[in-house]
């Protein structure tokens, strides 16, 4: 799996479980650290908690081992390593807060695929 299709799958895994604002960026020609921020905002900090923890799961599930994560403990923010993805996840004000969107904003921002009809 290449780095665009793990984003996708982390942000499609990110709004089953009730993430908003999903954004994933394309950083690969503005930075050497990854390839792609999937930010997503958390409804409570026990949500933040709670996506970081099942997505964790999850990929771990697909063989993609975390490499780092900061966050979690506090709940307001949580960041996820899988080296060529980083994950953002936050409470709404916390994402005001450091406002990645923004400060990453020459990044290529990609569309998530519709989700698929229930």
């Not at 793990?6 to 942000?11: C, D, E, K, T």
């Not at 990110?14 to 960026?25: G, H, S, T």
């Not at 403990?73 to 409470?91: E, F």
């Amino acid at each position: 799996m290449n780095s665009k299709e793990l984003a996708i799958l982390i942000a499609k895994f990110v709004r089953e479980n009730k993430a908003k604002d999903i954004v994933i960026l394309n950083v690969m020609k503005l930075t050497p650290i990854t390839d792609y921020f999937v930010i997503c905002t958390g409804l409570t900090n026990r949500h933040v908690q709670a996506l970081a923890h099942d997505l964790q799961k999850e990929m771990n599930q697909h063989k993609i081992h975390i490499i780092g994560n900061e966050g979690y403990t506090a709940g307001s923010w949580a960041i996820l390593d899988y080296d060529d993805v980083v994950v953002h996840i936050y409470i709404e004000a916390t994402r005001k807060f450091y406002d990645l969107e923004d400060l990453w904003g020459d990044a290529e921002k990609l569309e998530l695929p519709p989700e698929s009809p229930a």
